[in-house]
């Protein structure tokens, strides 16, 4: 019966290619669409590797600081121990634009033996800063006042930007970017953050320690708070802060709300994408739906006759359905075949299981959208009698 | 063969009530060739599509090689169709997107028989038609009387014992008409293949054995 179906179908190839351009156009708006929730939906399940919970951040655009280095550490001390000293603040850190959670990134390059990796999140931070998020060391270990007498600058970086840059290899100790004028020793390894939103893939991140000069501009603290401190107290934060930064403006945010912002920002896409692929999904199926239904109308004689010759009203459902089946799989081989080249080609830079993860779940809606959409036809052609079709033609 | 007793056929709308079929017993012997006559709208193709199954009686009894047809499910009288009986139409009915030999396979595919047997059997049929050198040809490539052998090829190509022809020979002209009245005879005379026959020609239904008419739905002899 297959190989009737297929001449069925390849005799009138002239008739079947728009509805298999149709077939074919949908599966590839829907494996775009799949691609981007399997891309999401994989990274939302990886871990965030740090706590935001009881965090808020303290913005502080100052008008002026004091110039010399030693005037700013004394100002920034004085400011740490002050907060630090209200009771509901476990930890308080310093740290650049790029808090967790913001619109701000700042990146940066590595070299290690010829091996040049780009577009690392680089975050410059003080000591405190792995408290505050209580990120997890995977070895070495974070910043401390023993970095002050090194040689080189210390840095942490993420295990993925250790798996880039040393594979299998050990981290700790090795010094990068030896030929420039600021080379760099890895202290420390932490579990990799996701730092943009619950949606955001894993990507290479490094931390630097915090010096005096980076004073200079650091506009950011973030402070964990102990659990159950609520309004009331950030009044009062926002009072001791404008006492000893006058001039300055002062903004306190909870990354909770920041995590929700940053998360709508990334689902606001994907959801009218999703609109937009439900809408042409509807076209075709109705499209589907509507050309089958015509067929059927187109072929009452042949249906006729084939229960005429011996069909029962079964076979003649299960020939539309089959039909339909037939046209949507070679729609879907040249669908598959435009869509192996994303991981092939490696078209976008994600990886190969998201897109293979997306090809098989857009094939089987499409399928699943067909057997809808042939079912009901299908059943009508069924319960065509053979004598009135036969009579009608 | 075929045997219909006190058959009732009443087409039913909402408005009008029309009796196409009044009290029809029939007899049909094995190895029989029977004509049936009568003016348009009498019940001629009503009655053969009671005889083919195709259609069910408002009243009366159909029994074919002496089983009883009424109490069959559409699956068993699929089958019986397709065992027993043989169709031929006036306009042919092939499916204009298969070619002859595809078109001639039709009835098997929905037997238990393989693709090689299919097609073997397939060209007997049409050898027998004289249209083998036309297998690969596609319907609208033929002449009406090739086209109408193509649909004897189909409707003998599972060996059926009866063959209902509804006007077979009604779109054709004196010619061709004759070329496919004699195959439908050697059927007849060579397979002893039973056939009742729909025509409104009288020379073609006198070369039948035996001639049945209708009028307004009733036997008139």
Not at chain 1, 18 to 31: A, D, G, P, Q, R
Not at chain 1, 380 to 391: C, K, T
Request: hydrophobic share 45%; aromatic share 8%; proline share 3%.
């Amino acid at each position: 019966m297959f190989t009737h179906l297929f001449k069925l179908i390849w005799n009138k190839k002239k008739q079947n290619f728009m509805l298999m351009l149709e077939i074919l156009v949908s599966f590839l708006v829907i494996f775009a669409v799949f691609t981007m929730l399997v891309y999401y939906y994989k990274n939302y399940r990886k871990p965030m590797n740090f706590e935001y919970d009881q965090v808020w951040s303290i913005g502080f655009k100052m008008q002026d600081r004091p110039q010399s280095n030693d005037s700013l550490y004394v100002f920034f001390e004085a400011l740490k121990n002050q907060v630090k000293s209200m009771p509901e603040v476990e930890q308080l850190s310093f740290s650049g634009h790029n808090i967790p959670f913001s619109m701000s990134t700042s990146q940066n390059s590595l070299d290690y033996e010829g091996r040049h990796v780009r577009s690392i999140h680089d975050y410059t931070v003080s000591d405190d800063h792995a408290k505050v998020l209580k990120l997890s060391l995977v070895s070495g270990r974070w910043f401390s006042k023993e970095d002050d007498a090194s040689r080189y600058q210390p840095i942490v970086i993420s295990e993925f930007l250790k798996d880039k840059l040393f594979g299998t290899g050990e981290a700790v100790g090795q010094v990068l970017d030896k030929e420039s004028d600021h080379p760099r020793r890895i202290v420390g390894v932490v579990k990799d953050i996701k730092d943009h939103g619950d949606y955001q893939a894993i990507e290479s991140a490094m931390f630097r320690r915090a010096d005096t000069n980076a004073l200079r501009w650091m506009e950011q603290a973030l402070i964990r708070v102990k659990p159950g401190t609520g309004v009331a107290f950030e009044g009062r934060l926002y009072k001791a802060l404008a006492s000893h930064l006058t001039n300055a403006t002062i903004e306190i945010e909870h990354l909770t709300n920041k995590r929700q912002a940053k998360n709508s920002m990334t689902l606001v896409p994907i959801i009218i994408m999703m609109v937009v692929a439900g809408f042409l999904v509807i076209n075709v199926a109705l499209g589907l739906f509507g050309v089958l239904w015509y067929n059927i109308n187109r072929r009452k004689a042949e249906i006729g006759l084939r229960r005429a010759i011996g069909a029962p009203a079964g076979s003649i459902s299960r020939q539309l359905v089959s039909e339909a089946m037939v046209l949507a799989t070679l729609a879907l081989i040249v669908g598959c075949f435009f869509a192996v080249q994303f991981p092939l080609l490696n078209v976008f830079d994600l990886p190969a299981s998201v897109y293979i993860y997306a090809i098989v779940l857009a094939v089987l809606f499409v399928y699943l959208l067909v057997i809808i959409c042939s079912l009901y036809p299908g059943k009508q052609a069924a319960a065509i009698y053979p004598a009135v079709a036969l009579h009608e033609d | 063969m075929i045997q219909l007793q006190n058959i009732e056929k009443v087409y039913r709308t909402s408005a009008v009530e029309t009796l196409a079929l009044n009290n029809v017993n029939l007899n049909v012997n094995k190895g029989e060739f029977l004509s049936i006559m009568g003016p348009s709208g009498c019940g001629k193709s009503t009655l053969l599509n009671i005889m083919g199954l195709l259609d069910a009686p408002s009243k009366g009894e159909v029994r074919i090689d002496n089983e009883a047809t009424t109490s069959l499910s559409d699956k068993q009288m699929a089958h019986f169709r397709n065992k027993k009986l043989g169709f031929i139409f006036q306009s042919y009915h092939l499916i204009n997107d298969l070619r002859v030999l595809d078109n001639v396979e039709l009835p098997l595919l929905y037997r238990n028989s393989n693709a090689k047997e299919r097609t073997r059997l397939a060209k007997a049929a049409l050898e027998k038609v004289g249209l083998s050198n036309r297998m690969k040809h596609f319907p609208n490539q033929l002449s009406g009387g090739q086209k109408q052998r193509v649909a004897i090829a189909r409707a003998i190509v599972g060996e059926p014992e009866i063959i209902l022809a509804d006007e077979p020979t009604g779109n054709l002209d004196s010619a061709m008409g004759n070329e496919i009245m004699d195959i439908l005879l050697e059927l007849n005379n060579i397979d002893k293949t039973t056939i009742v026959m729909v025509t409104h020609d009288e020379h073609m239904a006198r070369r039948t054995h035996r001639l049945v008419r209708l009028f307004d739905g009733s036997q008139v002899s």
